[in-house]
């Protein structure tokens, strides 16, 4: 049985926002995207894992890992992504890699991936993976405590 302190949260770096092709859903649960077109701002700072709520978006280079490794709450699916002209104005020699879109589905706490109150819960497993494989600089970590 895991223990609360084996599970983190993680705030992303955000790196831009929904694009104006995403498709956004008004629910009673809160915001659904049915379709992700994820615009890259002139402040992304390279990490692997990045989010514009609701949403999370990983590197394909360690999507694949994360897939390989059966890690439980997640789904890597297609997503549009682009960038901002601004950013090109800031850097006319920006390369980006091909993000795919987290579809977190997990329960917090339970699963390697789920979320709690919009944030992003994984596992230990989950984040050695993540910090091994990929860049997090961006990324504020924290252990998961309990709430009253």
């Given amino acids: 049985m895991s ?3 084996d599970f983190f949260v ?6 831009g926002g929904l694009g104006q092709r995403t ?4 629910t009673a649960e809160g915001p659904r995207v049915t379709h992700l077109h994820y615009e890259f701002g002139p402040g992304w700072q390279g990490d692997d894992l990045a989010t514009s ?3 999370f978006i990983v590197s394909d280079r360690v999507g694949s890992i994360l897939r390989e ?3 439980t ?10 960038v901002d002209a601004q950013a090109y104005e800031i850097d006319p020699n920006l390369k980006l890699p091909a993000f795919r879109w987290l579809q977190v589905n997990g329960r917090a706490g339970v699963d390697d991936f789920g979320t709690d ?10 984040l050695d993976l993540l910090r091994r494989n990929g ?3 961006c990324c504020e970590i924290r252990p998961r405590r309990p709430t009253s």
Avoid: C, D, N, W
């Fill in 117 to 126: 109150a919009g944030y992003l819960v994984v596992s230990k497993r989950a």
């Fill in 23 to 26: 498709i956004l859903e008004r």
């Fill in 135 to 137: 860049r997090l600089t």
């Fill in 10 to 15: 993680l705030e992303p770096e955000v790196a």
């Fill in 73 to 82: 709450g997640m789904a890597l699916t297609g997503m549009e992504q682009s």
């Fill in 3 to 5: 223990k609360l302190s």
């Fill in 69 to 71: 490794a059966r890690l």
């Fill in 53 to 55: 709520h609701p949403v």
